[in-house]
């Protein structure tokens, strides 16, 4: 049986493992590599070593555990190291710890038990959430009984431990889709899955299941809490799939029907289906996927140069009626423009942050001392905090000021907010916080009233942590955030999935970056010298100089 060398680690705590028990699934961020990115990529499966005659009882928990890489069959072969009387008991789907390449080493046998010491670097729970681990170790203990000569596992926790290095293959990462407030955008909700049970768990996860915690009272759902999914396989066919629903939906309006098709369908276009077949005792019901409104970021940089303020193409700017001009009048600094290029969010060199209007009126919102970059949301709202502040976001509205929102962050333990993001759609809030010695992204969905005014935020998230200090940030779709992040002489760039991991990539070389704006398939920077940078591939290519300002831009106007 194949053994693998060690990693050191220091044990801190002991976890009693039963039949029933869970696999550790908490402790402080780590950074890790993106291992979502063979999602594009042909499907890989392993098929893992089942149990071999005359194992060891380490050798059979190492085996065991690395067969948690072989979801075929059910896991077929992480099932034949357990003993008969728990090999049906034992559930694989309980969730799955993620742990560093080499580390799953069984220590010697004492009075048949076997223990492992793991140090998890994230987790997936039962439903497919995915959550950076919070740091420190656990001991895994497996009870072992000689069977006919045999060494077998007759305790074992459930769910599965997998190396980061195959994670990424044996499960994807898949968008079950939600509706923001207004139903006008679709909301994604990163979930990993088995590849081999993709279509059946996004189906159970959408239709039977609730968003996740953090998202609750942000997004909507058309599926009723009567309407259930009935079968547990979702047939395919030419990439169409048929998802049997229970009787109670033929009682709800077309327009309810609609929207659940449209959220299915999104949702498992993520896992390859093109089309979405609604049934009910077997019989098609009608379904027409309703209009959504897109986030995507199209056409040219959006700058400030000696020329004014507008797209830059070639070396003209092409302003925005009304609007350049108030934008530039309000002495920028840093600037995020609405999805209807009607209204701006600034920063003004005088430290307050004002509202530009394509009426070319420029209205200050806030004057508190150290405010951060604002952001403008899908609803024309402007977003202003305090970097030492952290329980005094506000949101001001056309002709409407929020007060002081329900800010969790504060609650939560954060001392300092180095930036803050409002996702395209406008439920979704990012910031980067101090908490203690970290620097930790979080997340917190927007809460807002019947009229869409803010209310609050919900309770954060941590979706990873950084090393260093956020300069600048801006999500790059509808499920990454982009960190400019610096550190002593280095300035890097941190992509941060939502629901998943994070990547490093290095700035542009001997370049200090000052802002981060992106476009679709493609993000830019500023430089402090006025360099605009693009991504190609894993270079950076030059394409202007003599940028005063990146501006930010939340969406593109509807045609």
Known sequence: MRRLIASALAMVGILALSACAGLPVSGPVTAGRPVDEVLTGPEVRFFPEEAQPGATPEEIVEGFLLAG?????DWQAARSFLAPSIQSSWDPSA?????PTGQIVAQPAVDDMVKVTLAP???VDETG????ALGGTATLAFELVEIAGQWRIARAPDGIVLDESVFGTVFHRY????????WTYLVPDERWFPTTSAAVRITTALVDEQPSDWLTGAVSTAFTDDVTSVYSSVPQSAGTAQVELSPE????PQLTIDRMATQLEASLTTAGITEVQLTV??????ATPVPTRSTAVTGSPLVMTDQGFGFLSGNAITAIPGLSEAVVRSNPVAVQVGPDQESAAVRSADGSVARAEATDDVVVLDTRSGLRDPVIDARGFVWSIPARSPAALTAFGPGVESPLLSQPWAAAG??????????????????VVRVGDRTEVWLSGVIRNNDGVPARLGEPTVAGSIEGEAVSMAWTDDVTVAVVVRSGTETNLVEQVVGGASATVSGPAGVSISTVATATSSVRLRSEEGGLYVRRGANWLQTAEGILLLAVQQGTPQQ
């Open 69 to 73: 890489s072989g979801s075929s069959n």
């Open 414 to 431: 954060a001392t300092d907010v180095q930036a803050v993001s409002i996702s395209r759609d406008g439920t979704r809030m990012a910031g």
């Open 95 to 99: 969730g799955v710890t993620i742990v």
């Open 129 to 132: 959430r995915y959550e950076p």
């Open 249 to 252: 939906v033929l009682a709800l």
């Open 281 to 286: 005792d077997g019989v098609p019901i009608a």
């Open 175 to 182: 968008s079950v889709m939600y509706f923001d407030l207004s």
């Open 121 to 123: 670097v994230a987790s």
